[in-house]
């Protein structure tokens, strides 16, 4: 069991330390493989398969393999597995898989339609989610959807992420959303 915790931890880390690489230069065309990687290992994490970090690790570093000052902060970025914390909300990380991996690819379609500011401001409301997921004692997702998914939605998309919310929260826990406030 631990090591599953531990291996969940690596994931969220890891995945907030390559959309940090992502958001500081948005337009290298490597940061679609990338994000397309992060949203398939969600999807494979929620739906429990035994996805090794390594594995991952692996993956990513052949995206940019070409581009060695990347590859190299991309390996430096990716030994969160001599990490001393490990997380015990995986039920939490569990509920945001999804989220992550559909603002991934959000964000893919963006970069590829050339839509770099948009796709930048989607990559920096979601860079601190996994983190955040990890601190289950300092995890607020009221605050992370007020700071960080409400001025997305009102600069790009007044729909993004809704459905998630409304599942999310039901009955009123966002209502404060709705009103404006």
């Known amino acids: 069991m631990n090591e599953k915790y531990k291996n969940v931890t690596c994931f969220m880390l ?3 330390r390559i959309f940090i690489v992502i958001r500081s230069s948005i337009k290298n065309p490597y940061n679609i493989g990338l994000l397309e990687k992060i949203s398939k290992y969600c999807l494979l994490l929620k739906e429990g398969h035994s996805t090794k970090f390594e ?6 570093i052949e995206v940019v393999k070409e ?3 990347t590859k190299k902060l991309l390996e430096n970025a990716l030994k969160v597995c001599e990490i001393s914390f490990i997380t015990n909300n995986l039920c939490e990380i569990n509920r945001y898989l999804s989220i992550i991996s559909e603002t991934a690819l959000e964000a893919c379609r963006q970069l590829i339609q050339k839509n770099f500011d948009r796709a930048y401001d989607l990559v920096d409301a979601i860079h601190c989610l996994p983190e955040a997921l990890i601190s289950k004692k300092q995890w607020k997702p009221k605050t992370y959807w007020k700071i960080y998914i409400r ?3 009102e600069k790009w998309d007044k729909q993004f992420l809704m459905d998630y919310e409304k599942e999310f929260f039901k009955a009123g826990f966002f209502n404060f ?3 404006g406030r």
Request: hydrophobic letters at 20%; charged letters at 30%.
């Open 14 to 16: 890891g995945f907030q």
């Open 177 to 179: 959303f709705s009103h």
């Open 151 to 153: 001025p997305y939605r």
């Open 67 to 69: 581009y060695e000052e």
């Open 55 to 60: 594995t991952f690790k692996s993956e990513i």
